[in-house]
């Protein structure tokens, strides 16, 4: 299984980018995915999660401003990221429960991450 992370790039504040994860290889299902981003010197901190039924969660400082979304036929999670802020620079990670087959249980996955660059 392999979470493949893209969209990332340099922006000017006030801008927008959408990250994209795919998930991929032998997967049965997808339960929570999720976006968390770690700015250098700091723990990686929760973005934005969300679950198999839409249910979104989202930190404070993403509340207004970005949208988590899923395609589940497609096993992709995306990150639509709004009036960007210079504090909002980070590597984005993408993280996923996923299901395999002949297992009662779910694994945890993560991408590799996506810079993404706010310029004042």
């Known amino acids: 299984v392999q979470l493949q992370a893209s969209g990332g790039g340099l922006v000017q504040a006030g801008g927008s980018l959408k990250l994209s994860c795919v998930a991929s290889?032998?997967?049965?299902?997808?339960?929570?995915m999720g976006w968390y981003r770690q700015r250098p010197g700091m723990q990686r901190e929760l973005v934005a999660t969300?679950?198999?039924?839409?249910?979104?969660n989202y930190a404070d400082s993403s509340k207004g401003r970005f949208t988590i979304s899923r395609d589940d036929a497609e096993n992709t999670v995306y990150l639509q990221m709004n009036s960007l802020r210079p504090e909002d620079t980070s590597l984005y990670y993408c993280k996923a429960e996923i299901i395999l087959p002949r297992s009662t249980s779910t694994y945890i996955y993560w991408g590799q991450g996506t810079l993404v660059t706010v310029s004042s």
């Open positions: 969300i679950t198999p039924g839409g249910d979104a």
């Open positions: 290889g032998n997967i049965f299902g997808v339960n929570v």
